[in-house]
């Protein structure tokens, strides 16, 4: 019983850092986004990332960046990737607004 409290609590504290993240329109984040080497330019929206091994996630850009534990951004929220980060993204998707 404790267990299933203190995930629903961290879930809950993952959502409600999700949504203070966002901000109220939907505008791309400026700048680039480097996913295993790979640019992508003023991204928006959800990325996969490796199936099989961690990705390496180097964020240029003006916004923080979400790993999730599933595809599509399924799943829970695994850890931020904020501006001006590089590090290993252990999860299988991203999504950055």
């Known amino acids: ?3 299933r409290t203190a995930r629903l609590l961290g879930a809950c ?4 850092m999700l ?3 966002t901000p109220g329109t939907a505008q791309a984040a400026q700048g680039i986004l480097f996913i295993d080497g ?3 330019r003023d991204p928006s929206g959800c990325f996969p990332l490796g199936d099989f091994a961690p990705s390496q996630v180097s964020n240029y850009t003006s916004g923080t960046a979400w790993v ?11 850890h931020p990737i904020f ?3 590089v590090t ?3 999860g299988r998707s ?3 607004e």
């Open 83 to 85: 501006a001006g980060q």
């Open 19 to 21: 949504a203070l993240a």
């Open 13 to 16: 504290a993952a959502a409600a």
């Open 38 to 40: 790979a640019p992508n």
């Open 68 to 78: 999730w534990t599933g595809p599509n951004c399924g799943g829970e929220v695994v």
């Open 1 to 3: 019983m404790m267990r």
């Open 94 to 96: 991203l999504y950055i």
């Open 88 to 90: 290993i993204a252990h």
